[in-house]
């Protein structure tokens, strides 16, 4: 898809606030958002954590709704009150995902693991343990594969592919093809069908696409380029029309830019 990227894959420099935009506890408000997933209605659920609260946000709505955070929730992995190494246990999970048949995969990061728990598990299972993963934040499968995933690590600035069960990563993504050459604070991920990765480069303000089989990421919003300002975007996602949404977590809101 790299060949194509001139004709087919462009974003519209000037994005739009679709969420937030002040900091607060209201349900037009967020406060420290952190993560993002859209659905295939084109709905945003935002990790609101400095309200420790899942936000809904309905396309063109001026206001979210609270979807958790507001009761308590049933535990699926770990042990409510306890930190541990136990396998029945987790230490500051980071990231999370679940594949088709509902196995839930954890980012246990001060265990420096990811772990698996199957349906109504009361143990975990290791799929990766690596001391570099103690300062990993995300996760994501490798797409069209169930046992390699993408990991970030903001404090070495560089991006992992791993494969499940393996000693150390099989490949690790820096390089930017940009007057600013490197990673510096890579967090939220997402791919696309076309197989590509996108970095949210925090510290560089920008996303950053890796093209698949490309080692070298190409700048796709942010940095100097791009308004309102990209300060400190910490995840990424896209729609079923390659609109980009992008969390800001300085400016307690999510922008979208879309697919041009």
């Given at each position: 898809?790299?060949?194509?990227?001139?004709?087919h894959?462009r974003?519209?420099?000037?994005?739009?606030?679709?969420?937030?935009?002040?900091?607060?506890s209201?349900?037009?408000?967020?406060?420290?958002?952190?993560?993002?997933?859209?659905?295939q209605?084109?709905?945003l659920?935002?990790?609101?954590?400095?309200?420790?609260?899942?936000?809904?946000?309905?396309?063109?709505?001026?206001?979210?709704?609270?979807?958790?955070?507001?009761?308590?929730?049933?535990?699926?992995?770990?042990?409510?009150?306890?930190?541990?190494?136990?396998?029945?246990?987790?230490?500051h999970?980071?990231?999370?995902?679940?594949?088709?048949?509902?196995?839930?995969?954890?980012?246990?990061?001060?265990?420096?693991?990811?772990?698996?728990?199957?349906?109504?598990?009361?143990?975990?299972?290791?799929?990766?343990?690596?001391?570099?993963?103690?300062?990993?934040?995300?996760?994501?499968?490798?797409?069209?594969?169930l046992?390699?995933?993408?990991?970030?690590d903001?404090?070495?600035?560089v991006?992992?592919?791993?494969?499940?069960n393996?000693?150390?990563?099989?490949?690790?993504?820096?390089?930017?093809?940009?007057?600013?050459?490197?990673?510096?604070?890579?967090?939220?991920?997402?791919?696309?069908?076309?197989?590509?990765?996108?970095?949210?480069?925090?510290?560089?303000?920008?996303?950053?696409?890796?093209?698949?089989?490309?080692?070298?990421?190409?700048?796709?919003?942010?940095?100097?380029?791009?308004?309102?300002?990209?300060?400190?975007?910490?995840?990424?996602?896209?729609?079923?029309?390659?609109?980009?949404?992008?969390?800001?977590?300085?400016?307690?809101?999510?922008?979208?830019?879309?697919?041009?």
């Amino acid at each position: 898809m790299c060949f194509t990227l001139g004709t087919h894959l462009r974003w519209n420099q000037t994005g739009k606030v679709v969420a937030g935009g002040s900091f607060g506890s209201s349900p037009a408000q967020l406060r420290r958002p952190s993560c993002l997933y859209i659905d295939q209605n084109n709905t945003l659920y935002i990790c609101d954590t400095g309200n420790n609260r899942i936000q809904k946000w309905i396309a063109s709505d001026s206001s979210g709704s609270t979807v958790a955070g507001s009761s308590v929730g049933t535990a699926v992995a770990g042990t409510i009150g306890i930190k541990s190494s136990a396998l029945t246990d987790l230490d500051h999970p980071s990231a999370v995902l679940v594949d088709d048949n509902l196995n839930i995969y954890i980012l246990d990061k001060h265990n420096n693991r990811i772990v698996q728990w199957t349906p109504n598990a009361t143990i975990g299972i290791v799929m990766i343990t690596s001391s570099l993963l103690n300062d990993a934040e995300d996760f994501i499968f490798v797409p069209s594969t169930l046992n390699q995933v993408y990991i970030s690590d903001p404090k070495n600035n560089v991006i992992y592919q791993w494969i499940f069960n393996a000693a150390s990563p099989t490949l690790q993504l820096s390089q930017v093809n940009s007057s600013t050459s490197s990673l510096r604070e890579p967090r939220g991920m997402t791919v696309d069908q076309y197989g590509n990765l996108y970095v949210t480069d925090l510290d560089n303000n920008r996303v950053v696409m890796y093209c698949d089989n490309s080692t070298v990421g190409i700048v796709v919003v942010g940095g100097t380029g791009s308004t309102p300002t990209l300060y400190s975007p910490i995840d990424v996602a896209l729609d079923l029309d390659l609109n980009m949404y992008v969390v800001v977590e300085n400016d307690n809101q999510v922008i979208k830019f879309s697919r041009q």
